[in-house]
């Protein structure tokens, strides 16, 4: 069964950083196959994605983030890394870990069950 986990989320002031983790139990081929993302979801609001890196550690981020943020993922360690600064009271949201696998290897995503983070004025 597949299991993400995430970590690291917390309250931070403005300004202040934070780096949230990842871990998916997965087996090792179908991680370092697979591009992984990280999404927010504000109360009210719908879930949107922050940041992707793909299987080759090509990177995407929402301009919202651009330069602020930086993911990064650790093949040996299957986990995915958000490392978060300058962060914005704008920033505050459940973050979701999302593993994106290719259809070769049967084509789903998977969820993490979210991390807190909220960021004070």
């Known amino acids: 069964q597949v299991q993400l986990v995430e970590s690291g989320g917390g309250l931070v002031q403005a300004g202040g950083s934070l780096r949230l983790s990842c871990f998916c139990a997965?087996?090792?081929?179908?991680?370092?196959?697979?591009?992984m993302g990280w999404y927010r979801q504000a109360p009210g609001k719908q879930r949107e994605l922050v940041a992707r890196?793909?299987?080759?550690?090509?990177?995407h981020y929402s301009d919202s983030v651009k330069g602020r943020f930086t993911i990064s993922r650790d093949n040996a360690k299957n986990t995915v890394y958000l490392q978060m600064n300058s962060l914005k009271p704008a920033d505050t949201a459940v973050y979701y870990c999302?593993?994106?696998?290719?259809?070769?290897?049967?084509?789903?995503?998977?969820w993490g069950q979210g991390t807190q983070v909220t960021v004070s004025s």
């Open positions: 999302n593993l994106d696998v290719p259809q070769y290897l049967g084509g789903r995503d998977y």
């Open positions: 997965v087996s090792g081929s179908m991680f370092s196959n697979s591009a």
């Open positions: 890196i793909t299987s080759f550690s090509s990177t």
